[in-house]
């Protein structure tokens, strides 16, 4: 049986986090992963280049049952705080749309800039190791049995992530511990991931594949206003693995193709002074050709606008910016980008990360029910719960 004060289950974004911290408090902390490879979500984040945070970090931009549990540890470690931390390494970097910060070259300076904090301030990482039965044996006093050793702890610290993309190392193992230890957890689903359509739409929209436009993608309560992607299996792109968070399976979505005009106004005008004018002609502009050769029956497209009713331009204007259509379902967890639901916050301290029934055991990042939006959300919670449970454990 070895000793230590603290073990962290998850050498992910959070985990790495809070063992920082908690190194920097002379604390002993060991790392246990079952993966082969440290921060492996972080290596494959953001095209490689690791979208890190954000220039604007609200608690609207996070998903909870409990929506305030986030603000704490969000105004205790702040985007400005994991920005100084990237420019104390000499990390380049640059924003892109919407406050979305990204690594110059690769998502690994991240992933090492971690590992190195971590190894200054002694903190011990294993990985290829399974934990297979932890024990309580009262507060502050805990058994972990692995594949490799048994450990005893003051302190655990489950930052073990949600279920997505399963390739990378995903599992059930953080929900599992809440639930021995007597936790409620929300149902999970997967968040920000690509729709799948019905074989009617699909079937109708696959010439579309690889076209993106920009588009407003609308549920009954939320829209998002980003590149839309069609793909072969369905609609993508950052528009809607937005919604998707908020979607719910039987629930219509509806797309505005051109949120910048008033098609119905546009198209009455142009029919005014010039009705010879043909309706493919006054759209090109508007929206790729193919996009339009779906939408709009070819014979429709031929006509000039003369021959075109007001009734019609506004039924036209309607389908491309009032298209309502059904997703099948989404890509699962295979594709998802984060795990919605989880350890139920209420259950937990917002200020230390702590399980209120259990001393001793903490609950950070993905596991919990906090997940963001697509733009650096989910990195910013990793480190801010990270960094609030590393002051306590």
Known sequence: MKKTDVIII???????MCAIEAGKRGRHVLVLDHANKVGKKILMSGGGRCNFTNYSVEADHFISNNPHFCKSALNRFTQWDFIALVEKHNIAYHEREHGQLFCD????????????EAEAVGVNIRLNTKITNIEKKSNHHY????SSNNYHCQTIVVASGGLSIPKMGASPLGYKIAEQFDLKIWPTRAGLVPF????????ILSPLSGIAVDAIMNTSQYNFRENLLFTHRGLSGPAALQISSYWSPGEFV??????DIR???ELKDTKNNKPQLLLKTALKNYLPKRLLEVKLEKSLQESSLQ????????????SLQHWNIKPNGTEGYRTAEVTLGGVDCDEISSKTME??????????GEVLDVSGWLGGYNFQWAWSSGWCAGQYV
Do not use: C, W
């Open 143 to 146: 058994l972990i049995h692995t």
């Open 10 to 16: 998850g050498a992910g974004a959070s985990g790495l």
């Open 196 to 203: 799948t359509l019905h074989d009617k739409d699909k079937k």
């Open 105 to 116: 070259h690769s998502a690994k300076e991240i992933r090492d800039m971690l590992v190195d």
């Open 307 to 318: 021959n075109i009713s007001y009734e019609l331009i506004e039924q036209i204007s309607s």
């Open 355 to 364: 399980s209120k029934k259990n001393p001793g055991l903490y609950f950070i």
């Open 263 to 265: 098609l119905v106004d």
């Open 254 to 259: 509806e797309i505005n193709l051109l949120p």
